[in-house]
Each structure stands twice: as C-alpha cells, then as structure tokens.
C-alpha cells in the first residue's frame, strides 16, 4: 500500500538498499573468489543449476561495474542511486496522478449506458469518497433534491471504473473526458508531471549503459535475455504490427458503420466530428460485439463472480497439477482485503502458502502483479524452504449487496496472475537466485499466459461460471457465443501493446544523444558537461514530441493510442521492464505454441501438464530457457503461433 507515509519510508530505504547492493556488487574480494570459480567451473564437476548460478552471479559482478575503474565506479554509484529515486517518484506520480481525478456524476442523463452493476460500483465509490448528494451538488453548483436517485456516481481513471464507463457510456462528451484526464496522465504540468523524470532517467540509464561498454541501455538490458539484442527484437515487433493494424483498420470501418447509424438517429451531428476517435474505440467496438455475436459485457459479468473465477483458477490447477487449496482463517495478512490458502500437492504434502489482495483501492499502483514473499529454495540441510506468494488486482469491490463482478479481461488477468503463482508455488529448486519467476524477463510471461488459454475452455468455464444470483451455470448459448468471439478486437488489443513495445524499445535505442541527426520531431540543444565530464554531447528532446514521431513512424493508426503512454509507462519507467515490455508478446509465442500440443493431446492431459510442470514449472531458471521449453515441447517454437492463435494470420 503506497500511503504516504509508506512512501517516505520507502524514498528513505531505497537509496539505503541501492547504496548497499553496490557496495556488494562492486567488491573485488568479493569477485575475485567469484571469478576464480567462474574460470575454473569446467573443473568443478556442477550441476546444470550451480553452472547457472555461477554465470547468473559473475555476469550480475559485471553488470555493476566491478571491472571499471574508480572514478568510473563512483559516477556508476551516483547514477544508480539517482535512478532509484527517480523511478520511485516516477512510480508515486502515476498513482497520485490517477488518484487525484473525479468525475462526479448526479444526473440520469449521464449516466446512459451504464449498467446497474457499474452504477451500483460508482455509487459505493462516491459513498467511500465521503462525497453524499449535498456535497455533490455543492460541487456540481445545483440543488440536492436535483441529484438522481441512487446518485452521486463518481467514477475515477483506475481500471476497474475507468474501463466500465468508456466500455459502456453513451455520452460521448464524458468519454472524451475520461479518456482525456487518461491519456495525460502526468503531462499537464504541475506536481506529478513525469517528463523531465523520464527525461533523467533516459540520460541516467544511456550514461549507465556506456560506462559498462554498451552503446544503448536496450543493448546492456537484452544482453542476458532471449533476444539477446535490440534488432532481435525490432524484427520480432516488426513482424506482428503490420497483421495487427490492418485488422485494427478493419475494425474501424465496423465501428465507422455503427457510429454513421447514430448519426442518422440524429444522436450524432452529421458532420466532420462523427468519426471514430480514440474515446469512442471500447464504446463501439461493444456495440459490434453486440451486433456480431449478441454478446456484450452487461450479459457475461453476471457470471463472472470474483470467488467463483477464483474457485475456477483452483480447480484448473488441481486438474492439471493435482493441487489442493485450503482457506487460512489464522493467519496475520497486511489488509482486510487480503486472503490466504494453503496449497498441497497430490500427496498432501506443502507446496506453498498463496495470498490474493484482488480488490482496487486508492494505494495501490495499478495492474495485476504476483510478488514472492518468500522465494523457494533448500538450506544446506537439504531441508526444502517452501515459497510464500502473492497475487494483486484491482478488481471492483464488492458494494451496495453487489459482489464483485468481473469483465472478460479481468477473468483472463486472475488466470494470468495466478500462471505466475504456479511459477513460483511449484518451484523444485536448489538456490534462491534461480528459483520460481527469476528467470530471463522474456520468458517469464510463458507461465502465466499459458494459464490464460484455460480461462475460457467450454468444460472450464461451465464448472465456474455460474449467474450471482441464481447460481445456475452459464448457458450453452453463451458458451457458444464466448468462443466465436474469443479473437474479437484483436486488431486493436495487438496493435495497442505492440505500440507500447515499440515505444519502450525506442527510448531505450537512445544512445549518445537523444535526437538523431535527421529526425525533425523536436528541436534540440546541446546539455553542458556536468563536473566529471559526462554527457557533454546528449541533448533535451520534448518526451511528448519523440512519442508522437515514433508511433507516427512506427504506423499507428490515429484511432489507437500505446496502451501505456510515456508520462504513464510504470513497466519501463519504474517497474523494472525497460527494454523489456516486448516480453509479453515474446512469451506469447511460446505459450501459444506450447497449448497447441496441449490442444493436440488433449486440454487435461496429466501427462502433458506433468511435462510442463516438471520441464517450466519446476525449473525457474535453473537451466537455459530455450533448453527448458525444448524439453518440454520437443521443437523450437513456431513463430506464427502468436498470429494463428490472435486470427491475425
């Protein structure tokens, strides 16, 4: 919970433990005995894990900088702690950011669209807020018997409000608002504005890179993933964002019909304004939904009952991997909202302790995350230590005697999460530094979204989702309706994350200067040399004007923002993806490609499921990725799996 006196503690320690990790890292007593048996470890008769261990740790000495000389090292020490701090405020702008936006709705015709679970959500909200009806007319300047009954609403930019209300208002003037207030997070001006953060940390990082003997922070980043290099990854990219933008341009002309249908109900002006726009994409795009397969969110989230997902997520896990959960009604956890179980295998014996904090709140960053507690390892003893994690969401709390009711992509994001849970609870390893989800960054999604293709199975789905109120199954019929639809919108939900990816590597392809000579994005001018010398050469680019040069470059349809803009970007800015949010879709190609033999010998295969445990699962990355996942499909990957399997290709 980022409350603020939490994140003074925290601005405090982080120096305190970066300063610390340096001086470990920059030891040479403590490299040399390292690197003696690092040289040495042909000799050494280790196991695949320890050779993985060793090289983890000589490759992370090096990494900080034990070779440079001093005065090198004591600038390297200077950037560090200077980034650590720079990405906390970074961090802590976005979520004050997010916090500090209302939209206080009191009239029904605002609130067209809305369907009552999501009004019943807003209306706890406000209540939460402390804002009442006399306090809402106060600020909406009218009189409180003027407030509509049930109201305030007070909708906010954290997921779990602001992806309801664009997915569902029909006030186009409000979305635009919304999407607004959004889309500029943190770059407006004023106390949170993060573009001279972003700024520094570019300058910090590209200083960093160079001081280790890389040309770019992309180049140092990718050195030890999968990748391994920033033109892997830009041929990857460049290889799925063309298929993705023609079905996203497709999409468009859909939705362009429906919106020219209001136009002549004269609920839009017949003019040049009525065409799609970036406020309208989650709105209409329902709408099609709607028309294409009679399906909308309004007529699956009844079904969609947050213990209910979370039973489903369970009972996946017991069918595949013989896993037992057990509610913990004793245990000391950090908030209310917080739950704990205890997981068993097959035979009973302890797996691990699992903890989900699955609901928003105003403290908490937001996404979906999964955190050790306690990683898993074996003492000298032998004595196997098992791990302690953690599941976050921000899913909507549940208000007004309404539980909390979750969207299609909400049920895919606990399945998600909890694929980073099994990485970590089921984790067989000897040592700390290799264990659960400390693996490459773009093989550490492989997990975690393979559990997602089971969210939406027919005989998965028919065990878990079953209607609040009455508790009946879902029907057939929605079964149907769910799998014929499963590739809608890809075109935008591909081409949205692919942007963003682009938009990360590019910051981070920045090298000795931060405009290329023949890019006219921005005028720039040089920077003085500080007192060692350093960044004499760089120059000041306006973040804002290099983001539109690159997504114009890069193609991005007008209709289409990155799903996470620069000023907002907490993966690669403070959350330790840089160069890195490629990942997701590298990964996806390999889980794609790894359900396809699942699909092919059957989606419960005990077999299969206990080569995945054994081979990814199990392993964390005790061994090379590509060894692990060779092991368990017997074949390199098929690149086009990714393609086939978004009905790209």
């Known amino acids: 919970d980022a409350t603020p006196s939490m994140q003074k503690i925290v601005e405090k320690v982080i120096p305190l433990l970066t300063e610390h990790n340096d001086n470990v890292f920059m030891n040479p007593y403590f490299f040399a005995r390292v690197d003696e048996l690092y040289q040495d470890k042909e000799n050494l008769d280790l196991t695949e894990e320890q050779e993985m261990v060793l090289e983890k740790l000589h490759r992370t000495f090096i990494n900080n900088g034990v070779n440079l000389d001093p005065r090198s090292q004591a600038r390297l020490r ?21 916090n500090a936006f209302r939209l206080v709705l009191t009239d029904s015709s605002e609130v067209a669209g809305l369907p009552a679970s999501v009004l019943a959500s807003a209306a706890a909200e406000a209540s939460h807020a402390g804002i009442s009806a006399r306090e809402a007319a106060r600020m909406k300047g009218i009189r409180e018997q003027d407030v509509a009954p049930g109201g305030p609403w007070l909708f906010t930019l954290h997921n779990a409000s602001y992806v309801p209300f664009m997915t569902c208002s029909a006030r186009r003037d409000l979305r635009h608002d919304m999407f607004t207030a959004y889309s500029t997070r943190c770059n407006t001006g004023g106390e949170y504005d993060n573009n001279s953060i972003v700024l520094d940390i570019i300058r910090l990082r590209i200083e960093k890179a160079g001081l280790l003997g890389y040309s770019t922070p992309a180049g140092q980043i990718l050195s030890d993933k999968m990748a391994h290099d920033p033109q892997t990854v830009d041929s990857f990219l460049g290889r799925i964002f063309p298929a993705a933008v023609r079905q996203a341009k497709a999409e468009v002309e859909d ?78 956890l950090y908030h209310p909202d917080v739950e704990g179980f205890e997981v068993t295998d097959s035979d009973g014996s302890l797996i691990g302790v699992l903890l989900t904090d699955y609901y ?42 309404m539980p ?103 910051w981070h392809e920045l090298g000795s200067i931060y405009v290329p000579q023949d890019c006219p994005y921005a005028s720039a ?92 699962l199990e392993k964390g990355g005790s061994e090379e990725p590509m060894v692990l996942y060779r092991r368990f499909r017997g074949a390199d990957p098929d690149p086009d799996a990714l393609l086939r399997a978004r009905g790209l290709k």
């Open 78 to 98: 200077e950037i560090n702690k200077e980034l650590a701090v720079l990405e906390q405020r970074f961090g802590n702008n976005v979520l004050a950011c997010t």
């Open 255 to 332: 939705m362009q019909a429906l919106m020219d249908k209001d136009v002549e109900a004269g609920l839009l002006p017949d003019d040049s304004t009525s065409v799609i726009q970036p406020w309208d994409w989650s709105y209409y795009a329902e709408k099609v939904r709607l028309e294409k397969y009679a399906l909308n969110e309004d007529l699956i989230k009844p079904y969609f009952k947050m213990e209910n997902v979370r039973e489903g997520v369970f009972n996946t896990a017991h069918r595949l991997y013989g896993l037992n959960f057990r509610q913990l009604d004793s245990i000391p």
């Open 360 to 401: 928003t709140r105003s403290t908490k960053r937001g996404g979906a995350w999964m955190n050790n507690v306690r990683n898993q390892y074996k003492t000298k003893k032998g004595e196997d230590i098992r791990p302690i994690i953690v599941n976050v969401a921000n899913f909507p709390k549940p208000s007004s005697g």
């Open 404 to 506: 909390s009711l979750l969207s299609i992509d909400e049920v895919g994001t606990m399945f998600h999460e909890f694929g980073h849970a099994l990485h970590g609870l089921l984790s067989r390893c000897t040592y700390k530094d290799v264990s659960g989800t400390n693996v490459a960054r773009d093989f550490v999604e492989l997990p975690s979204q393979i559990n997602e293709n089971w969210a939406f199975l027919p005989e998965v789905l028919k065990s878990y989702a079953h209607h609040y109120r009455s508790g009946e199954a879902i029907p057939d019929s929605l079964v149907a309706k769910i799998a014929v639809s499963k590739n809608f919108n890809q075109g935008f939900m591909t081409t949205e994350l692919v942007a963003a990816a682009i938009l990360d590597m590019k």
């Open 525 to 616: 001018t040089d920077a003085p040399a500080d007192s060692t010398g350093h960044n004499g050469n760089l120059k000041v680019i306006d973040p804002g004007k290099f983001e539109a040069y690159v997504m114009a470059q890069a193609g991005l349809p007008e209709q289409i923002i990155p799903r996470y803009r620069t000023t907002y970007f907490n993966h690669v800015f403070s959350g330790g993806y840089s160069a890195g949010y490629y990942g997701y879709l590298w990964a996806e190609v390999l889980d794609k490609d790894a359900f396809e033999l699942f699909k092919a010998k059957g989606a419960f295969n005990r077999v299969t499921a206990a080569s995945f445990r054994e081979n990814i």
